[in-house]
């Protein structure tokens, strides 16, 4: 028996068609986080398809443990669904094959006549590999044992399933935060799910290195939601609004992609936007409580920091005062980077001050950023090293090396180089670094930064080693969306890219003895692993840890220290 259960909260079918042989039907969409539970305005539809070699024997509806035989549909209740039984006989080969749309049934059927067009499962099979081996071996690697492989390559297919395509084969989708039907000029791809807080920091440069024509997909995708709700969404997630986490790191991600040369989407539309998110509060509560714009935007434009009497009520997450003040600083400079490529000088110049609010949560006494009160003084002195409702999931201690577009002033304001490097020892040696969630995924490339590469290397390859296994739940924490994943990615190639919005990475130590990158639109680059400490770019030494985008796409040879 073939059975098709739909989750149900709403107007919902279900429905058997014998002559066609399909079960098809449709959910309402609910939202996540902000808003959750009301209606996102779009529906899902499906049409799961059999065979004509299999002789149908029986079909039906059920709705939780009632089953109606020979109903051929329903709708609007709860725990419903439907069936198909046969009787195939033992050992012959059943097929069915299904297919999905965000805005008609007659598009998914569409969807599956142009996606899986005849019953050879044979060649299904084989077209899906040779995808992925496309997909897959634009890295190629070389050395290493089974294990490095198979934790690299997987890897790189965990950072290949998000954010996702929810566009129709003509290119048509439901519009962001409303469900009207839009098109996609010549058919191109509309995504959706960008778990923004996660992904920003590698899953999207990555993506950004590899397929940049994809990734420009994935920006104009952005600047769409934009255009049809009104402002940058901040975690877009079910083609809704949320506000699930902190930050405002599309910035990031537009302007990563801007640095790095992809081009095939409207920058300057974008940059309307994310200054709209940056300067600007909604007018409206009910469009603020929805999830439009930054959280306590109008506290950090008045303080430089998010004060303790501020407790963000109208977010998923509520309070991480502090946290919020070092991203938005960050998502500042980010924008700021956009702002000088446009010529937009005045917004650059501000946005760069505000850049340096970071300073404004670092405790001086303390010597960790801390909450921060209206009256200018810190919180009385607390643990560093234990969670904090002022921290987004974590400790003080993690947070206080959020600072990628401005190492060298945390540094000063750390007390200088064997201060800030005893500290950022103490991160491992002390047991506190914890690479199971984001914030302190840039942590162990930031040796680079005061001239002690070496410890990069040493650092970045113990997290491989111990964070990373060749086995079920081998992570170290939730894949969020292939950031867990592509931070692997990149460190077994050798860089890493800290600081979005600049196109250069952090150098580490490659995992391989050679790792060829095939970036579309690029030249071959090759990383050897070599006995030698000087790093080099074919004959030139590198003066600072540090690779250009430029220098990559430009192809050539980077020989860097193996361990």
Request: hydrophobic fraction near 40%; charged fraction near 25%.
């Amino acid at each position: 028996m073939w059975l098709i259960p739909i989750p149900t909260k709403g107007r919902v079918f279900v429905e058997v068609d014998t002559l066609r042989r399909e079960i098809r039907g449709y959910n309402p969409v609910h939202r996540i986080y902000q808003g959750w539970g009301e209606p996102a305005g779009f529906s899902g539809y499906f049409v799961v398809r059999l065979a004509s070699d299999v002789a149908i024997a029986g079909f039906g509806t059920f709705c939780g443990d009632s089953v109606q035989p020979g109903q051929n549909s329903l709708a609007n209740a709860s725990g419903i669904g439907a069936y198909i039984s046969f009787d195939a006989g033992r050992g012959r080969q059943v097929l069915v094959k299904a297919a999905s749309s965000f805005t008609s049934h007659d598009a998914a059927v569409a969807n599956l006549e142009a996606e899986i067009p005849g019953w050879d499962f044979d060649s299904v099979r084989a077209e899906s590999a040779r995808q992925w081996n496309e997909r897959l071996s634009r890295v190629r690697v070389e050395g290493g044992t089974d294990s490095d492989r198979r934790k690299f390559y997987g890897s790189l297919y965990r950072a290949s399933l998000l954010p996702r395509v929810v566009s129709d084969v003509d290119g048509s989708y439901a519009a962001f935060a409303g469900g009207e039907i839009m098109k996609m000029p010549d058919g191109g791809e509309y995504y959706d799910d960008f778990s923004m807080w996660d992904t920003y920091r590698a899953l999207h440069p990555l993506l950004t290195l590899l397929e940049p024509e994809r990734s420009g997909r994935m920006m104009q995708s952005l600047v769409l939601k934009a255009a049809q709700g009104g402002w940058m969404p901040i975690f877009p997630c079910w083609n809704s609004y949320t506000a699930a986490m902190i930050g405002d790191h599309c910035a990031a991600a537009i302007a990563d992609a801007a640095a790095k040369g992809v081009g095939n989407f409207d920058l300057e539309e974008a940059y309307r936007y994310l200054r709209r998110n940056a300067f600007e509060v909604p007018a409206s509560f009910r469009e603020y409580a929805d999830g439009m714009g930054r959280r306590a935007l109008r506290s950090y434009l008045e303080y430089g920091y998010i004060p303790l009497e501020d407790s963000v009520k109208e977010a998923f997450h509520k309070c991480e005062q502090t946290s919020r003040t070092l991203e938005y600083a960050f998502d500042d400079f980010t924008l700021a980077q956009i702002a000088a490529r446009l010529g937009h000088e005045d917004d650059a110049r501000e946005l760069m001050r505000r850049a340096g609010n970071y300073r404004n949560v670092i405790d001086p006494v303390l010597g960790y950023a801390n909450g921060r009160r209206a009256d200018g003084s810190f919180a009385a002195a607390t643990d560093p090293f234990s969670f904090d409702k002022a921290i987004t999931e974590g400790a003080p201690c993690h947070y206080t090396w959020y600072v990628p577009h401005d190492v060298d002033g945390l540094v000063a304001l750390l007390g200088g180089r064997e201060a800030f490097e005893a500290k950022l020892d103490s991160m491992f040696t002390e047991g506190r670094y914890w690479h199971g969630n984001e914030p302190c995924h840039q942590v162990a490339y930031l040796y680079d930064y005061i001239g002690r590469p070496e410890k990069t290397r040493n650092r970045v390859r113990h997290i491989m080693d111990t964070e990373y296994l060749d086995a079920p739940g081998g992570l170290s924490g939730n894949d969020d969306a292939g950031q867990m994943s592509a931070w692997f990615a990149f460190s077994a190639m050798g860089f890493y890219p800290v600081c979005s919005s600049i196109p250069e990475y952090a150098l580490g130590a490659p995992l391989f003895e050679r790792v060829t990158i095939s970036p579309d639109g690029g030249r071959e680059f090759v990383i050897e692993a070599v006995a030698d400490t000087v790093v080099r770019l074919d004959g030139r030494v590198l003066g600072r840890p540090f690779v250009s985008h430029d220098d990559i796409l430009d192809g050539g040879t980077l020989y860097l220290p193996g361990l």
